[in-house]
């Protein structure tokens, strides 16, 4: 049974930073293109990141660009979401997901991906 478990949100000011994380267990993540989504209330769920499975492409949503970093650890199992000077704009639940896909493909669309965590909530004060 796959299971993705995120972990790592909470309340935090206007200039602050978070590290999300999302474990995997019951798949081989080096296998998967792993991304990020959120959702803030009243809106649709949007992409904000994502991660080939070699690691080497990346993708960002404009409003994350230079604040934002995904990165993975195939050995651990574990993808994580570095988030700075976070905004108030940036609260939202917070999903990682897993896409079985090609070496080096960064999946964007949510129709893509075939697993989804329960999410974490961040709050960004201001």
């Known amino acids: 049974q796959v299971q993705l478990v995120e972990s790592g949100g909470g309340l935090v000011q206007a200039g602050g930073s978070l590290r999300l994380s999302c474990a995997a267990s019951g798949l081989i993540l080096s296998s998967y293109c792993m991304g990020w989504f959120r959702q803030a209330p009243g809106k649709e769920r949007e992409s904000v990141a994502a991660i080939s499975r070699s690691g080497g492409n990346t993708y960002y949503a404009d409003s994350v660009k230079g604040r934002f970093t995904i990165s993975r650890d195939n050995a651990k199992n574990t993808v994580y979401l570095q988030m700075n000077t976070l905004k108030p704009e940036d609260t939202a639940v917070y999903y990682c997901?897993?896409?079985?896909?090609?070496?080096?493909?960064?999946?964007?669309?949510?129709?893509?991906?075939?697993?989804w965590g329960q999410g974490t909530q961040v709050t960004v004060s201001s």
């Open positions: 997901a897993a896409d079985l896909t090609g070496y080096r493909a960064v999946s964007v669309t949510e129709r893509e991906y075939d697993y």
